[in-house]
């Protein structure tokens, strides 16, 4: 693999790429996001397997360097490594487009676990969409429209679950053999209940999509079908 370091701490890039030696990654370096730009510039897109960008950085910051790295259409994962560690921060960087958020300090065991798993995810599954409802499953995002949020993982595998139902009805113990892995009654409203948090997170633009069907179950559809 060869991964693209963009940071303006020396010593972190260093730590970084000495930690990816040791998995047989080739890395190259960056100090700032128009040094990193510049990079990418004198190569052809797709060069680099991965890109590790830091967000706080003189001059052009990491969302500015992702933003432009996707305007060349250039879909090359991105990881985020970070002091910035709020919500929204996080909800910022996978909204732009990064594919996993990791928060520093970090030991170099769980860098190379979220590597792995980022490009696992990155050659096997294509975001899932229906109407203003788009879902990628590799970051576990959910976009309705404009809005972005993260979503529980039971959220976000029972939307999953309806939409690869392609419209079918889904009943309650189907629901809870796939999302819970409960192939039993337990006599609970798990399901209703976590529908009902999805409907006021989808909001009204998508809300009526996720539909009840009396004494069936749910099932999620295009606006305005029946």
Not at 24 to 46: K, R, W
Not at 126 to 132: E, M, S, T, V
């Amino acid at each position: 693999m060869k991964v693209l370091i963009v940071d303006d701490d020396a010593r972190f890039r260093d730590f970084v790429g000495r930690g990816l030696a040791s998995s047989s990654m080739d890395s190259t370096t960056a100090a700032s996001g128009e040094e990193a730009l510049q990079v990418l510039a004198d190569l052809p897109v797709g060069a680099f397997d991965l890109l590790l960008l830091d967000v706080l950085m003189p001059g052009m910051d990491g969302w500015q360097l992702l933003a432009q790295i996707r305007e060349r259409g250039d879909d090359t994962p991105v990881i985020f490594l970070t002091a910035r560690g709020t919500t929204q921060d996080r909800v910022t960087g996978l909204t732009l487009g990064a594919d996993d958020y990791i928060v520093k300090p970090f030991d170099l065991a769980e860098l190379m676990a979220r590597i792995e798993s980022v490009m696992r995810r990155y050659h096997a599954v294509a975001p899932k969409q229906i109407g203003p409802i788009s879902i990628d499953i590799q970051r576990r995002f959910l976009l309705v429209g404009d809005r972005a949020m993260e979503l529980p993982p039971k959220e976000l595998d029972l939307l999953v679950a309806l939409l690869e139902a392609n419209g079918g009805i889904m009943s309650r113990k189907q629901l809870l053999a796939k999302v819970w892995n409960i192939n039993f009654d337990p006599k609970t409203n798990t399901v209703d209940v976590c529908v009902g948090r999805l409907r006021r997170k989808l909001g009204a633009e998508a809300s009526g999509m996720l539909q009840t069907v009396v004494g069936k179950g749910y099932r999620l559809v295009e606006a305005g079908n029946a």
